[in-house]
């Protein structure tokens, strides 16, 4: 089964409508942190610093064969199977999208999701401008929580996040939104106010004033941790909003018509449920094709051992395995 760089399009809570994702990874995992909420299951590298991976040519080869079977690229968001910032070639990958769209006059919105810890490697931290939101995790800012709810590697400490946003330009800084996800761990979690007030202090000093609060809309690959109520979002949401941050919460499901692409292939699924745990419905309101015909490809995946099967909340859910 082949591994694309670029999937989607698919509906997507972060932006309320279809986004198309570029992975400049692929399979396995490879991140700075190890989230208990994450939803992706498998082998994981955890690292901080850039690697040579997938390369402009793979990206733009795969953008090309979605952009004609699909038509949709109005929000492209570069994340998938870790942190981006993890591929060396992420500057060239970014060039590389931005000169594919001008040939096909497409504007599209660009964004990226990255815990920003490779960037210290990167010479250029300019290409980061190319975006239009650069969302980044920051879930805990005590030592015990973030041990408990990133599970760093290298003994990473929330003050080397600080001194790397520090480092960057303003023209920058201004498009970082902290993407705060907030879990419950058994009737504790990093939304008690000692852990928000922590939480407003860093940010002061980080002078990062928009903030993206979330918790869980998928199956977690780790055990014991759950989502929480839309009242515990609006109460930390309010703490903040009092302290003078730009807020945006997202707790209500997604409602938005189908756009996305035609004549879906086996390898189109499984590379969207590999970076994605969907259910029928979803899959369904992301490919537009029968349910009959979704179910017998989720048949087949899962009898070869490339899904996997999941009861969250009262839902079933597919996650793609590598």
């Given at each position: 089964?082949?591994?694309?760089?670029v999937?989607?399009?698919?509906?997507?809570?972060r932006?309320g409508?279809?986004?198309?994702?570029?992975?400049?990874?692929n399979?396995?995992?490879?991140?700075p942190?190890?989230?208990?909420?994450?939803?992706?299951?498998?082998e994981?590298?955890?690292?901080t610093?850039?690697?040579?991976?997938?390369?402009?040519?793979?990206?733009?080869?795969?953008?090309?064969?979605?952009?004609?079977?699909?038509?949709?690229?109005?929000?492209?968001?570069?994340?998938?199977?870790?942190?981006?910032?993890?591929?060396?070639?992420t500057?060239?990958?970014?060039?590389?999208?931005?000169g594919?769209?001008?040939?096909?006059?497409?504007?599209?919105?660009?964004?990226?999701?990255?815990?920003?810890?490779?960037i210290?490697y990167?010479?250029d931290?300019?290409?980061?401008?190319?975006?239009?939101?650069?969302?980044?995790?920051?879930?805990a800012v005590?030592?015990d929580?973030?041990?408990?709810?990133?599970?760093?590697?290298?003994s990473l400490?929330?003050?080397?996040?600080?001194?790397?946003?520090?480092s960057?330009?303003?023209?920058v800084?201004?498009?970082?939104?902290?993407?705060?996800?907030?879990?419950?761990?058994?009737?504790?979690?990093?939304?008690?106010?000692?852990?928000?007030?922590?939480?407003?202090?860093?940010?002061?000093?980080?002078r990062?004033?928009?903030?993206?609060?979330?918790t869980?809309?998928?199956?977690p690959?780790?055990?014991?941790?759950?989502?929480?109520?839309?009242?515990?979002?609006?109460?930390?949401?309010?703490?903040?909003?009092?302290?003078?941050?730009?807020?945006?919460?997202?707790?209500e499901?997604?409602?938005?018509?189908?756009?996305g692409?035609?004549?879906?292939?086996?390898e189109?699924?499984y590379?969207l449920?590999?970076?994605?745990?969907?259910?029928l419905?979803e899959?369904?309101?992301?490919?537009?094709?029968?349910y009959?015909?979704?179910?017998?490809t989720?048949?087949?995946?899962?009898?070869?051992?490339l899904?996997?099967k999941?009861?969250?909340?009262?839902?079933?859910?597919?996650?793609?395995?590598?």
């Amino acid at each position: 089964m082949r591994i694309y760089s670029v999937v989607g399009p698919y509906p997507s809570r972060r932006v309320g409508d279809y986004i198309v994702l570029i992975d400049t990874l692929n399979p396995p995992r490879k991140c700075p942190l190890n989230c208990i909420y994450c939803s992706i299951k498998g082998e994981s590298i955890s690292t901080t610093k850039p690697l040579s991976l997938v390369t402009p040519s793979n990206i733009v080869y795969d953008l090309d064969r979605l952009y004609g079977k699909a038509g949709v690229m109005e929000t492209i968001l570069f994340n998938g199977l870790g942190d981006p910032l993890l591929n060396v070639f992420t500057p060239d990958n970014v060039r590389e999208v931005l000169g594919y769209c001008r040939r096909e006059s497409i504007e599209p919105r660009l964004l990226v999701k990255t815990t920003l810890y490779p960037i210290v490697y990167y010479r250029d931290k300019l290409f980061l401008q190319a975006f239009d939101k650069i969302y980044v995790k920051i879930d805990a800012v005590s030592s015990d929580l973030y041990d408990l709810v990133n599970d760093p590697c290298c003994s990473l400490k929330p003050s080397v996040i600080a001194k790397v946003i520090a480092s960057l330009p303003t023209s920058v800084r201004e498009k970082i939104v902290v993407e705060y996800t907030i879990v419950d761990t058994s009737g504790y979690g990093n939304w008690v106010r000692e852990a928000i007030e922590e939480l407003i202090v860093f940010l002061k000093k980080t002078r990062l004033y928009k903030i993206l609060l979330t918790t869980l809309h998928r199956p977690p690959a780790s055990q014991g941790v759950k989502p929480v109520s839309k009242r515990i979002i609006e109460n930390v949401s309010r703490m903040l909003v009092d302290e003078g941050f730009l807020v945006e919460a997202l707790y209500e499901p997604l409602n938005t018509r189908y756009k996305g692409i035609v004549e879906a292939s086996v390898e189109d699924i499984y590379n969207l449920l590999l970076r994605r745990p969907l259910t029928l419905l979803e899959l369904r309101n992301a490919f537009n094709i029968p349910y009959s015909d979704i179910a017998y490809t989720l048949d087949y995946l899962e009898k070869n051992n490339l899904v996997e099967k999941t009861v969250w909340r009262n839902k079933v859910y597919y996650r793609g395995l590598y």
